[in-house]
Nanobody, 121 residues
Framework: QVQLVESGGGLVQPGGSLRLSCAASGSIVSVYAMGWYRQAPGKQRELVADITSGGITNYADSVKGRFTISRDNAKGTVYLQMNSLKPEDTAVYYC???????????????WGQGTLVTVSP
C-alpha cells in the first residue's frame, strides 16, 4: 500500500519561512507528479504547486516568487520551501502524488494526511 507522510508544518510569524516534506513509501516504482495542495477553513482545497518526474513545475499565482517546490526522485520525496509567509497562507497542506506505480499496481492518485501551517504574529 502506498503512503505519503508529510512533515514540517507549524506556527510561524508573518514574513517567516517553513519547509514541508512529503515522503512516499510502499515499494514505489514510479510517480508521475507530486505536489502540494492546501485547504483553509471554509474554503475549497486548492493547488499550491506541483512538479513532474521530469522537473516541470507549476505554481498557484498567490505563491509565485515565495514558494519553491523540489523533488528527490530517488528518495520519493517532495519538498515545499515557503518564504515570506502571510496570514492568508494559513491552511492544512496536503501532499499529493499522481499516477503512482507500486508493486505491480497503479494508483491514479494518493493523498497524505495533511499538515497544519499557521501564520500568525
Amino acid at each position: 500500500q502506498v503512503q505519503l507522510v508529510e512533515s514540517g508544518g507549524g506556527l510561524v510569524q508573518p514574513g517567516g519561512s517553513l519547509r514541508l516534506s512529503c515522503a512516499a513509501s510502499g515499494s514505489i516504482v514510479s510517480v508521475y507528479a507530486m505536489g502540494w495542495y492546501r485547504q483553509a477553513p471554509g474554503k475549497q482545497r486548492e493547488l499550491v504547486a506541483d512538479i513532474t518526474s521530469g522537473g516541470i513545475t507549476n505554481y498557484a499565482d498567490s505563491v509565485k516568487g515565495r514558494f519553491t517546490i523540489s523533488r528527490d526522485n530517488a528518495k520519493g520525496t517532495v519538498y515545499l520551501q515557503m518564504n515570506s509567509l502571510k496570514p492568508e497562507d494559513t491552511a492544512v497542506y496536503y501532499c499529493n502524488a499522481e499516477r503512482v506505480v507500486a508493486a505491480g499496481t497503479g494508483y491514479p492518485e494518493v493523498w497524505g494526511q495533511g499538515t497544519l501551517v499557521t501564520v500568525s504574529p
